[in-house]
């Protein structure tokens, strides 16, 4: 029996069988003008042609293995403000994506159809399709109520074009250091997730990659400008957002430029912060021994200021760098404290029941007696005790006046005139030598006793008359009554001149007068401030 002959026989006869196996298998492409979209997407998609986990293959004119291009496009359609307390923000934009697949192109098998094929997502998990995710996302979403919006299209080339709306959390680095007058820069970072640049690289398109809804507005930033950029991520084993596989994977970004808009802040925070300073000064209009308002004053305004910038504090993140407004407010804050500080110090000198000796009626003197009026009462007293030893004779009164430790409140300023000898034939003369004090410090906006000037004048040329004629001895008349015609005493003048300028004041007119120089220090000191800190804040 010839067997080679019977195969032969038998395969002849199955052949048919297989090829109409081998057509079910792998359909035709004969018929594709006559096919509709999903037959013609289900033939160019079967597993005997295309598979779906491989990537597109093209090669070079030398043969070399070809990386796949992956152009993207974004458009925004709305920003969400910056979330300082989270360091993040929201963007919804459409993400587009287009690439070339060889093998889905259909010019050549359905060339009257020159539409490109468009679908919706069963459409897209049919085909490859590149793994790109955001680098720097917190939460990502696809946009759309019973069906997810995403549109793909293909071309007769074989060019594919997929679009997703998506809704995205991002990370964002803020810089607060000069908050709330910063300026923000944050970026949208894409990365490819399974392919290095060997077998995919991104690109952005190279008109308009990045566009903005004309509608687009923040409420506390403005948007300034945007730039893009495109990268190589290399990444290694102590870097898992690749899957912990090592290499240089393509990266795309696009940042923007946030200015943060100033007005509420300067309503909410600024202006009633400076009120608030100011209302804190009224307690220098009110006298130093009314301590119950100026307490109540003062603590009110520094615990408002205190709670209005908490409540704005609350918004930020801790971070360990100073800010802007945290400067504002300590600066603020110190004003506050001064002006209480100032009460307490006024108050102090006001309960003093000495009068306090001057040198000199000038700012300085009179706060080196405040802080110090023991040292100075001491340098008066013994300056009058050396006057004594000379040979002078102190009046009354300015041993009172020096000595005293209960004086009364009185708004006079009392002037130390020099003791001295004063004959009959001297009279005119000092009187001329003493209206001529009384005019200078008359000058000086105080007020002078001049009745007792004159009185305590009249007393000690008295007492030095009594003086002369009782302790002159009766052996030499003729000598002492030739003195003041022919030699008259002289006086040293330097010495006069120093003693002179001793004047007191009561311890309430060193407290009335602190209070009014408060009332432009403080203002001044706070203008200066303000222009510091707006200088730097605008210009540095």
């Avoid at 594709?32 to 999903?38: G, N, R």
């Avoid at 040329?461 to 003195?483: G, L």
């Avoid at 006069?496 to 007068?513: F, H, K, R």
Wanted: glycine letters at 4%.
């Amino acid at each position: 029996m010839n067997w080679s002959l019977i195969i032969s026989i038998l395969l002849n006869c199955l052949r048919p069988g297989l090829s109409i196996v081998l057509n079910d298998d792998c359909p035709t492409l004969s018929d594709a003008d006559s096919l509709s979209q999903t037959q013609l997407i289900n033939r160019l998609t079967h597993g005997c042609r295309y598979d779906r986990l491989e990537r597109p293959i093209t090669y070079s004119v030398t043969g070399q293995r070809l990386p796949v291009d992956v152009y993207m496009r974004a458009y925004i359609y709305f920003m969400q403000n910056l979330e300082a307390h989270d360091l993040q923000f929201k963007i919804y934009a459409l993400l587009q994506m287009r690439y070339l697949d060889p093998r889905l192109a259909f010019r050549n098998v359905s060339p009257k159809r020159r539409q490109p094929i468009m679908g919706e997502q069963q459409l897209r998990d049919s085909i490859w399709m590149p793994h790109i995710f955001l680098a720097n996302e917190r939460d990502s979403n696809t946009l759309g109520l019973t069906e997810k919006d995403i549109l793909t299209s293909i071309s007769p080339d074989g060019t594919v074009i997929v679009s997703n709306r998506i809704k995205a959390t991002l990370y964002c680095w803020l810089n607060l250091k000069k908050f709330p007058f910063d300026e923000q820069h944050c970026s949208t970072v894409l990365e490819s997730w399974m392919y290095n640049t060997s077998e995919l690289v991104l690109h952005w398109e190279q008109k308009r990659p990045i566009t903005y809804d004309p509608d687009l507005h923040l409420t506390e930033f403005v948007l300034q400008s945007s730039w893009f950029n495109e990268t190589v991520i290399n990444a290694d084993l102590s870097d898992l957002r690749h899957g912990a596989f090592a290499g240089n994977y393509s990266s795309l970004s696009f940042t923007v430029h946030l200015t943060r808009v100033v007005g509420f802040y300067l309503m909410d925070y600024f202006l009633p912060s400076m009120l608030i300073v100011g209302i804190s000064w009224v307690s220098f209009w009110l006298q130093a021994d009314q301590a119950p308002p100026r307490i109540t004053l003062g603590i009110s305004t520094l615990l408002t200021f205190i709670t209005l910038a908490s409540a704005q504090g609350k918004t930020l993140p801790k971070v360990s760098y100073i800010k802007v407004s945290e400067v504002w407010f300590l600066g603020c804050t110190l004003f506050i404290f001064g002006s209480m500080v100032e009460f307490a110090f006024v108050n102090t000198i006001w309960r003093r029941k000495q009068n306090v000796p001057l040198k000199k009626l000038n700012s300085k003197h009179i706060l080196k007696s405040t802080i110090s009026p023991h040292l100075l009462r001491r340098r008066s007293q013994n300056h009058a005790r050396s006057r004594s030893f000379s040979g002078s004779v102190p009046r009354q009164s300015d041993a009172m006046s020096l000595t005293s430790a209960n004086a009364p409140f009185n708004n006079y300023l009392t002037v130390n005139l020099p003791i001295t000898t004063i004959t009959e034939g001297q009279v005119l003369s000092h009187q001329t030598t003493r209206q001529k004090n009384i005019s200078f410090q008359t000058s000086s906006s105080r007020r002078l006793e001049v009745a007792f000037i004159e009185s305590a004048l009249d007393d000690n040329t008295a007492a030095s008359t009594a003086k002369t004629t009782t302790t002159t001895p009766a052996s030499a008349p003729s000598t002492i009554e030739a003195t003041p015609q022919s030699h008259p005493p002289t006086i040293d003048n330097n010495l006069e001149m120093d003693y002179n300028g001793w004047t007191t004041l009561t311890s309430q007119e060193i407290a009335i007068w602190i209070d009014s120089r408060a009332r432009v220090v403080f203002p001044v000191a706070f203008l200066i401030f303000n222009m510091f800190f707006w200088t730097f804040v605008y210009f540095i």
